[in-house]
């Protein structure tokens, strides 16, 4: 018992240990799953181009696991590093020195770093005259010059560029920038240095540059002229002249064609010479000075001719006289040659638009009254306005432009006037109007107007006036001819024109026409009203049963005179009187009750009658007399119709039904109204509404009274409009199978009907197929109402004809026969064309270059080229074995070589098949032993036994062929097998 107790416990023991290594066994490998730091130098990078793809992962220490990121801390070396696989391209990272890059792997949340040291690259030597620059360049970029073969190794940019002397090294600046222009041609040394790198060593590389002179084209002495100007001391101008600080033995162009320069060794040119030939304008010439060394840019420097055109302001001077005292301008009207806006054509130059203009205003004795300048003045293309005071007095005036002067710019050329003076006239006008009463001409007289000269008016014209009523509005009225005479005149305005209103005053402004100087011709005058009449009225209860009638009359205080008012009852018909009574006074209100219980059922009339004698102006009428009639018992019964009534709007032509229209059973004199309650009558050409009740009353003809209910209708307005389409001309395919349904018609709501006719006629069905050349009417429908006009369709069916065979079909594929071949035997109709498908229906269309072949169907339809419309489509196949071999050179061959060295290595008979289709070919060998069969399936014997597959030996062989055609015999003969 003892030792299986020590037995167990040992076992348990072993058990515990082995579980306690597994968990640090375990915990060790989780810390460590990023690996451990590590550290290498890499020297002479560009020996190695596997350092194009450096794996950073294999150099971790430890054991690290996979699945985690790389990271650098220089965001530079981003593009040469792969991030998932840890792979980085040494020959992209272009600065030696030392990099790290960190490999986190979040699975324990550990990290290692690889520490890289690079060694310097500092690209090669070159000096062996690969290094060029120019003198004038004063910023050569040196690593241009350090170069390898390599694009995908880069020179490390962290190094230092020196010189080989203090002149070169002084000429270095920005690092890696040398002053070509500074230090002048010649040979210069230069070395560019890397530092060392751990246990890498400092390199170097160096440059020889070859810096070559370049050349100087000069600075330009331009030449400007005024084309008035003498240019006789420039007839023999050596174009060296006008250049400073130029190389020798440059050329010399024309860039305006001016002929001038004869070869390229001619400096010589005449600028008078060349103003006469092409006048005014900017001609230039280019001096090109070429480099002995290519890297040296050629140099050119442009002397510019301006010869400016002497500008000349001429036009006229269009001015429009004013009136005293008030301000005028003078339009001028110029040549539109003369741009003063744009004639800066100098490169020297900038645009300017700024002038100084001079012009004087004298009076009619030829004194100077104005003398104006005007420092900041703007002229436009075509005209431009002169502002002038105004003046006191009226008379004859007279303007004249002195000089104009570009005030920014020095002009080689002075601006000439020649713009004539203009003279203008200022008018005093008196206009007189006296005041009028209503219904009376308004006459107008002017006085003071003088004619162009300052004289007098004597002279005939239309006035052209505006007349502004009391409300301010206007209108504009045009007399007939009107004689002025010692610059008066006279016309009148109709009493049809005025008005009274609260302000009765009127004004009138002269507009046309402008010789008079209309602005200042204005006149008012007053329109009197007619005084004020009485007012008479008759209140009657009811017209048509009256139980109560009033008088009131309203009449204006007379300072004069007196009223004298009456009224007089009496029955329709009978000239008795039955009421009456008289009143007198001087003016104020009365009311009078006319006492009419006694009168019986009838029509009757009262007269209210008042006459007065003042004498206040303006008065026209002086009696006044107001007339009702009346009834008691005197309303009619309403009348009687349909109260639901339907109209079709096109049976009323254009406008639709009106209330006239509306069926009225009994009733007389009628009066139609909008509702139950409008007072305002309805006319019977009112235009009828739908789904509108309208409402009718009988009047009464002996009293003119409505009957007190009214009748009510409500009509229903049917509205068919015109059917409407894109395409009344539509045409079909035959083969689409159209409809009257395929036609494209659109209602404005109704239903379409359709017809055989323009009027009458039979209605057709919506499957009614079409027919060409045939027309179809639409309307539409709604209710029983029609649209009158019936929308005419006419349709064209485009129906191809069946493409006919004309010829054989029996042909040779030796022809290399085409589609389009095909067509010569097929015929169509003009203008239908042929179009050719592998499918009897849909499938594909074929090419016509499409070579023949056998063995396939294929289909044919004429076409029309303008609708696409297809015929049924014919079905087409070809033999291509119809070959005469007469025709071919057809030969059947006497040998072949099958040694497999790719050139007559079987027998076959050439285009046997195409002659022969169902020939038969038998081989022999001199036993008389079959070794081959062959046809058009297995036309070639390739020397071998076919029964043993063994390879026959060179020698004679037999053959026998069966043409199977024509009932030919069959040809025996022999061949030669040669290997």
Known sequence: ????????????????????????????VNAQCAGTDSSITICNKESDPSLQNFNLFNQLGGVPQTGGTWTTNNPLNENALNNSTGTVNLWVINRFGTHTFTYTNNDCNESAIVTLNLGGYPGEDNVDGGANACSDDSAVNLFSFLDNNNTALNVDINGVWSGASSSSSAAIHNDYFFDADSVGPGTYSLIYTVDD????????SNVILEVHQGVESGEPLNINLCESDDMSVYTNLDLHDRLVGEDPNGIWTDNNGTGQLTDVFDTIINIEEIYNDFGAGTYSFTYTVTPLHPVCLEQKTTITIFIEKQYVL????????????????????YDVLFLPNDFSTSPDEVHSDSYLINYQVYDSNNSLIDNIFLSDFTISDGNFVLPIPGKSTSGLYSVSIISLVNLELTKFCDIQIDVPSSTFIVQDPMVSIDDICIDEDAIINIENILDSTGNPLNDTFQITYSLNDPQLNTINITTDPLDFINGKGTFTIDSSLLQITENNGYTINILQPSELMTDCITGSFNVNPIPEEIQLNLIVDNQCNATNMEVNVVAPPLSTGEYTVTYEVTEVGNPELLIDNTI????????????????????????????????????????????????????????????SQTFCF??????G?????????????????????STTPLDPTTLLLDSEDYYVTSTNPNNNCHSSERAVVVVSVITTLMVTSPDINPIFCASDNATIANLNATTNGGALVWYDSATDGNILESNTQLVNGTSYFAVESISICESTSRLQFNVTIIDPPIPVLTGS?????LDNLTILDLEEIISTEDPFELIWYDAAENGLEIDKSNLLQEGINYYVASIDPQTRCESDRVEISVILSECDPENYDFFIPDGFSPNNDGVNDNYFIPYIEFFYPKYELEIFNRYGQSLFKGDINHPAWD?????????????????????????????????????
């Open 1 to 28: 018992m003892r030792n299986n107790y020590l037995v167990n416990f040992k076992i348990r023991a072993f058990y515990l240990l082995v579980i306690l290594m597994i968990s640090l066994f375990t915990d060790n």
């Open 197 to 204: 790198v751990n246990t890498c060593t400092s390199r170097v």
């Open 314 to 333: 001429s036009g006229v001077q269009n001015i429009i006289g004013n009136c005293v005292n008030k301000p005028l301008n003078v339009s001028v009207d």
């Open 584 to 643: 007198v006074f001087i003016g104020g209100q009365a009311n009078y009750q006319v006492d009419i219980t006694n009168l019986e059922e009838g029509y009757y009339e009262v007269i209210l009658k008042s006459t007065q004698n003042d004498t206040t102006p303006c008065r026209t009428q002086f009696e006044f007399e107001l007339t009702e009639s009346f009834s008691i018992g005197g309303i009619p019964d309403p009348p009687t119709l349909n109260t």
């Open 650 to 655: 096109s049976d009323y032509g254009s406008n």
């Open 657 to 677: 039904p009106t209330i006239s229209n509306i069926v009225v059973d009994s009733g007389e004199n009628l009066t139609w109204y909008e509702d139950d309650t």
């Open 809 to 813: 079909l029996l042909l040779c594929a």
């Open 943 to 979: 020397g071998k036994n076919n029964g043993s597959g063994n390879d026959t030996t060179s020698g004679v062989y037999f053959y026998i062929l069966k043409y199977n055609k024509n009932n030919l015999k069959p040809k025996q003969g022999r061949l030669y097998l040669s290997k």
